[in-house]
């Protein structure tokens, strides 16, 4: 049972440029969330979609914007890229039950560095 | 704003010792809590859980313990043993009205368990 899956492992691209991430979730999961880890910090949230549909988000600019697919995949996209935006960006994916006990199972992430 | 704290940026056990690593919170509205292991190259793994009705969750040899007047959690290892070397990362999760349950995660504290 393959888990969380993401692409590509590293990216580096310059200041201005437009980025885009992907997500497999894991399966079974209808849930993908996107996390940003800065160096010496820990996740922090950016959105999670849920049936197509961004349900949360967390304090980013709207230069960051995702998508879900009908087979629950993910992007994460993001426009005019800052040096700031240098970060291992984690996906996360989860079957929402409602439950306190939908864990959230995380891939490897993207290492993305902008120059 | 903080609302999660791992003041230890690293801790040193020796094999076979208890590991204790520390976490401090500050918004009473958080109700449920993680841990997540992270090694290089990896996403965060999921540990162990604990809700704020309980004091205390064990699974094997990870005890985490909650102390809700202190807002504080504990995570013990016992005995600790190299594999346990990583990067620990504490969560705090609340729902909001959405029906979103939010993770909010510490800085983490690196382990280093010798031989």
């Known amino acids: 049972d393959a888990g969380v899956t993401q692409s590509p492992t590293h990216l580096i691209k310059t200041r201005g440029q437009q980025v885009t991430l992907r997500c497999s979730p894991k399966?079974?999961?209808?849930?993908v969330s996107w996390y940003q880890q800065a160096l010496g910090q820990g996740p922090q949230f950016i959105f999670q979609?849920?049936?197509?549909?961004?349900?949360q988000r967390g304090n980013f600019p709207d230069r960051f914007s995702g998508h879900q697919f009908p087979n629950y995949s993910s992007e994460l996209n993001v426009n005019a890229l800052l040096l700031g935006d240098s970060a291992l960006y984690l996906c996360?994916?989860?079957?929402?039950?409602?439950?306190?006990?939908?864990?959230?199972?995380f891939g490897p992430g993207t290492r993305l560095t902008v120059l | 704003d903080q609302q999660v704290k791992q003041n230890s940026p690293s801790l040193s056990v020796q094999e076979g010792r208890i590991s204790i690593l520390n976490c401090d919170y500050t918004?009473?509205?958080?109700?449920?809590f993680l841990w997540y292991k992270k090694y290089p190259a990896e996403g965060p793994t999921f540990l162990i859980s604990?809700?704020?009705?309980?004091d205390k969750n064990e699974d094997g040899r990870f005890t985490v313990f909650l102390n809700k007047s202190a807002k504080h959690l504990s995570l013990h290892i016992v005995p600790s043993q190299p594999g346990d070397s990583a990067v620990y990362f504490c969560?705090?999760?609340?729902?909001?009205?959405?029906?979103?349950?939010?993770?909010?995660f510490g800085t983490g504290t690196r382990l280093l368990v010798s031989p």
């Open positions: 996360a994916s989860s079957l929402s039950t409602g439950k306190r006990t939908d864990t959230q199972y």
């Open positions: 399966s079974g999961h209808d849930t």
């Open positions: 979609y849920y049936e197509e549909e961004e349900r």
């Open positions: 918004n009473s509205m958080f109700d449920y």
């Open positions: 604990i809700s704020s009705i309980k």
């Open positions: 969560a705090a999760s609340t729902i909001l009205n959405t029906g979103f349950q939010k993770l909010v």
